[in-house]
């Protein structure tokens, strides 16, 4: 059936220019390849890693090397499936791996991490058609489908092992603490990174080198990050000032997974708008996202639910922030 | 009346090649939300088979007294009375399972796939064929519903009919026996299915 209709069309003619379709992100820079940004990515990742590192210890190694693991034998194989040579070379997978296990407790049990890898290259990307088809973060999705999964494991509980080595692994995490009990954590520790919480969001300090560096190196779109902390500074001002309780706005920043969520998971250019406006608004929406839900839910945290909720209305805010043409006037 | 496919070719029709979950993706609302365990889904397709059936047969049996403004009222109050009667009956004799079921079983009622059966088949064709669809359509929603069960009970609580499959240390996949499960379970056996299909289909045509 097919083939009539091919026969019908007269053949291609190789002349004149050709228009280029592909997946996000579109880059209007040429010399910014897939891989540079993913290399990037990965040296604003470093000193994340190295906090995590210090922290963590082996806990942090061992989480790192099963997603990283899981997730290269796991974008070869679906790859595969689909007929594709596998496209290890341009990093994504192992930015993905890297910032699933930095969003993992360090207490995660081994097949939390694999499961999680297998669920964010399988059902995050590979299935929507690969690298630039996925509509919501690769990361997230593994990170969301665990965390629901094993809540008992990785639940605000899960992060606590009483009889850890390493001090800061007995303790609860400091928005649990304050949720459950008040207690109000340090600002020091927060910003240093010694509390308790997930490997990569504990060091506030950490999170802010990678991400400026990520910005100034305009691989992340910085509208992301300034709206999302700007959407959360102001609602925690109003929580502030509202009900004034010890926990202030630089806790809100500091604490839990802002940081590393604005400059590192919501800054994904395949789930985030094109648009300079789209940016703000989706960054906006995040921010108040993780507001309500620290504020108002059961969870002590909500970057990842916020992420998630927002990368579905991506696609509508593109068609939203459509820009107007210089002189063009939009046809409804 | 004459024309249709043949009793037998309707029965066969409904378990795979027009399987009204996997093909005409109908009967969504029951099937995401009873198969996580194999137990209710078969009792939700059991119910769906005695439904289907007698609804089929009713309508067949007075297909040419149908008028074409009234018909759906007819179609509506003939399987809401076979709804009626299997919803009591389980409330009667399996009572857990009938509480577990909760609103799904009246809700048999909305079932798209009853409602398309009494239009397509019964409201045409005569009752041998229109029993043979009825169960050849229930068997392909059951089979559709067991197979999504069996893999979200597997993954979500490591049982099969409510006995323990996998060892003990399986840590259960919670989200499979929640409503995510559903979802990303039937997008996944439905590509498996579409996958098979077209294999064939290409086989077939090569």
Redesign the interface.
């Known amino acids: 059936m097919t083939d009539d209709t091919l026969q019908i069309q007269p053949a291609p003619q190789p002349s004149g220019p050709v228009t280029d379709v592909a997946p996000s992100p579109h880059l209007a820079d040429s010399g910014q390849t897939t891989r540079a940004m993913m290399v990037d990515v990965l040296v604003a990742l470093i000193p994340v890693v190295c906090s995590a590192l210090y922290f963590f210890r082996w806990h942090a190694v061992r989480q790192m090397a099963i997603c990283l693991a899981v997730c290269l034998a796991a974008e070869a194989v679906f790859s595969a499936m689909r007929g594709r040579r596998p496209p290890l070379a341009d990093g994504s997978a192992a930015v993905t791996g890297i910032i699933l296990a930095l969003s993992l407790p360090a207490t995660a049990?081994w097949?939390?991490a694999a499961?999680g890898s297998l669920v964010a290259i399988g059902?995050g990307k590979s299935?929507f058609g690969g690298l630039g088809m996925n509509l919501f973060n690769p990361a997230m999705v593994g990170r969301a489908?665990v965390m629901?999964?094993?809540?008992g494991?990785l639940g605000a509980a899960g992060y606590q092992d009483p009889q850890s080595q390493i001090d800061i692994m007995t303790r609860a995490t400091p928005l649990t603490a304050f949720q459950q009990s008040g207690v109000v954590a340090s600002l020091a520790d927060l910003f240093r990174g010694s509390t308790n919480g997930s490997l990569g969001e504990t060091s506030a300090l950490a999170c802010l080198i990678g991400g400026l560096y990520l910005c100034l190196r305009r691989t992340a779109a910085w509208r992301i990050p300034a709206s999302m902390l700007a959407a959360a500074t102001v609602i925690a001002l109003l929580d502030t000032g509202l009900s004034p309780h010890g926990w202030t706005v630089l806790h809100h920043l500091f604490g839990g997974a802002l940081l590393f969520g604005a400059f590192f998971i919501a800054t994904d250019p395949v789930s985030s708008p094109l648009t300079h406006r789209g940016q703000m608004i989706f960054g906006a929406g995040i921010g108040a996202w993780v507001m309500l839900i620290r504020i108002f839910s059961g969870y002590p945290e909500g970057v990842m639910f916020a992420v998630l909720l927002m990368n579905g209305f991506t696609p509508l805010i593109n068609r939203w922030t459509i820009p107007t043409p210089f002189g063009g006037r939009l046809n409804r | 009346m004459n024309g249709g496919p043949t009793a037998s070719q309707r029965f066969f029709l409904g378990i795979l090649p027009e399987n009204p979950v996997y093909r005409q993706m109908l009967g969504m609302c029951s099937t995401l939300a009873v198969t996580n365990n194999i137990q209710a889904a078969v009792t939700m397709a059991a119910a769906v088979l005695f439904v289907l059936v007698c609804a089929n047969l009713i309508i067949s049996l007075i297909r040419h007294w149908l008028t074409p403004y009234l018909r759906i009222v007819i179609f509506t109050l003939t399987i809401a009375t076979f709804v009626t009667v299997a919803d009591r009956a389980l409330a009667a004799f399996v009572y857990p399972m009938s509480k577990m079921l909760g609103p799904y079983i009246p809700l048999i009622i909305v079932n798209c796939i009853i409602i398309c059966r009494c239009e397509v088949c019964a409201a045409k064709q005569g009752p041998i064929t229109a029993v043979a669809d009825a169960a050849g359509q229930s068997l392909g929603f059951g089979l559709a519903l067991v197979s999504l069960a069996a893999v979200r009970e597997l993954l979500g609580s490591g049982m099969w009919f409510g006995s323990r499959v996998l060892p003990e240390a399986w840590p259960d996949w919670v989200i499979m026996v929640l409503p995510p499960g559903a979802f990303l379970t039937f997008g996944l056996l439905m590509g498996l299915v579409n996958w098979f299909t077209a294999r064939r289909a290409g086989k077939e045509g090569a």
């Open positions: 049990p097949y939390a499961i059902i299935i489908f629901i999964s094993f809540a494991a």
